[in-house]
């Protein structure tokens, strides 16, 4: 695969031969996925949501040592320890930061300050606003189908991007259900500068969630992940007993203590990271029942590019002469 | 606004001039709306679901006086004197059906035997498979944000008609979200040969639907709009007392009669065409938060084509060389 982008927003501004971002996600973006995807060409991101501290620091190295091209980290802002990561960030000159789960306001100019281009998360035109006013570089556009922790007004990619689009010139992510050539192509249409890759890249070979998660992902069904968990912070889960049991739990209408009683703690390290499917809790996105194979980082996105341009020329040939 | 679709599988299909197909909407689509949408170029269609068959009847007679061009009708499988409806289309020649709401086995066979074409309207990959099954020329994939009834597996468009496209060459309509130019042209790069308007016409002036109604859509913001009474029969509505009722009720887990008992019968009627905001139901797509002006069929029609222009510029700009 060789293509230039030469006047693509996302690719000049993180300095990449492809506006393929990877996700921070939990349990499964350490440096490795990272490190992979930026040596295609596209943006890893170390995910620090389920990172100690020192964990963090360790990723970041072994990082810069595995690629020389730019990545990124994915920084939730209700993380515990917030002022240690962004020490390590500061101390180990990390540019490129996408902040998500929290209020943009206080940590964008901090980061701005240390030199970094900031994206935030937004699940709604309304949170979209409240990041352009904190100051971010750029947005990523995330959908009710995308997976682990989504927005409460479930708007789908296809609505919010454009929305967003609407009002603002800054770069923008399309983020939630990109799975083939075909996403990419309408991520563009919709007004994406670039997308935001997932579900499709937690089970790649790099990726370091478990065999268990990657083949119960592979394995399932249309209708098989759901937003749940909406009384406390919703969730995509992908069905396992836990998932069942939550299910079972808010049919009965359980109380927002009883559901955090259910959810308990450390779940999704036992589900995604140790393959605890009894007890573990399994964050995709909706497109799981539409992947069906764990291949190597580079497989997966020459077979995603490769997609993209027969699209490409597909849409054409449908458009107005 | 002059655009020619030589090459577009829906115009040549439907002999029309945009590949733009009006929804069947309860108590908004007669004969107005859909004269309306053919006149412009797209393919208006009427929807039986809220019409009695003498009703039905006198609607097709009267779209045929309006307009010269093609038009079709929506016929939901589940209308329980759905051979009335037959018949009459038969008597009438309308050779354009789109079905919904039920299994497509038994009546695309009547239908292609009485020389129509046949789309069928989908919510998940494995349904689309059987209505190909049933025989239909073509497929509506209508995803989680689309108004009114929807599936249980709340497979958003973007993610929907993607994974169609993968087992099939037919003709696809994406349906639910479409609402600019930007969601036309994405639609396309998802893999459909056409997108079904639905919500956005519905709050047109030849629109059926009650002026109450069209203000209370484009009053509207994001987070307005819900899939509700999934325990009975998935339906997307828009807040109003009704929508605040049925929340209540679900939230203490309300149990499959007593959601029925509050249902009622005639909701959709009081609301959507008779503008009773206390007791009436207001069914509406998710896009209803990005709507902001009551305009004319031709108005919202060219508004969208000149976006859609637009969109189509901007994207190329952002790919590759």
């Known amino acids: 695969m060789n293509m230039t982008f030469t006047n693509n927003k996302i690719c000049n501004l993180f ?52 690629t020389s091209k730019p990545f990124g980290v994915n920084l939730p802002l209700l993380y ?46 309304k949170f979209a606003q409240k990041a352009i006013d904190a100051g971010v570089d750029g947005l990523v556009a995330e959908g009710f189908e995308a997976g682990g922790h989504n927005g409460r007004e479930e708007i789908t990619t296809f609505c919010l991007v454009p929305a967003i689009r609407q009002i603002t010139d800054l770069p923008i992510l399309a983020a939630g259900g990109v799975f083939c050539g075909q996403s990419m192509v309408a991520a563009f249409g919709l007004g994406a500068d670039g997308v935001q890759i997932g579900s499709l890249l ?23 992940t759901k937003l749940m968990l909406k009384a406390l912070h919703p969730v995509r889960l992908l069905r396992s007993p836990f998932f069942d049991a939550v299910e079972k739990a808010e049919a009965r209408a359980a109380t927002v203590e009883e559901l955090e009683h259910l959810l308990g703690r450390a779940r999704a ?47 054409l040939s449908r458009m107005e002469d």
Chains 1, 2 share one sequence.
């Open 15 to 66: 300095d990449i031969q492809y506006p393929i971002i990877q996700a921070g996600m939990v349990w499964c973006s350490g440096w490795k996925l990272a490190a992979s995807v930026s040596n295609f060409g596209g943006l890893g991101i170390i995910g620090a949501g389920s990172m100690y501290p020192e964990v963090f620091r360790e990723h970041i190295q072994k990082c810069k040592a595995a």
């Open 80 to 125: 515990s320890d917030i002022d240690l990561l962004l020490d390590i960030i500061k101390e180990e000159e990390v540019k490129i930061i996408i902040t998500s789960a929290g209020n943009p306001k206080t940590y964008t100019s901090k980061l701005k300050e240390m030199g970094c281009t900031v994206f935030h998360v937004v699940a709604s035109r």
């Open 202 to 224: 937690a089970v790649s070979k790099e990726s370091s969630a478990s065999k268990v998660y990657k083949e119960m992902v592979v394995g399932s069904k249309e209708g098989d």
């Open 269 to 315: 390290k036992k589900g995604i990271f140790e393959g605890n499917v009894e007890e573990g809790e399994f964050e995709v996105g909706q497109i799981a029942a539409y992947l069906d194979e764990i291949e190597s980082v580079e497989f997966i996105l020459n077979k995603l590019l490769g997609e993209y341009q027969k699209a490409k020329n597909e849409m």
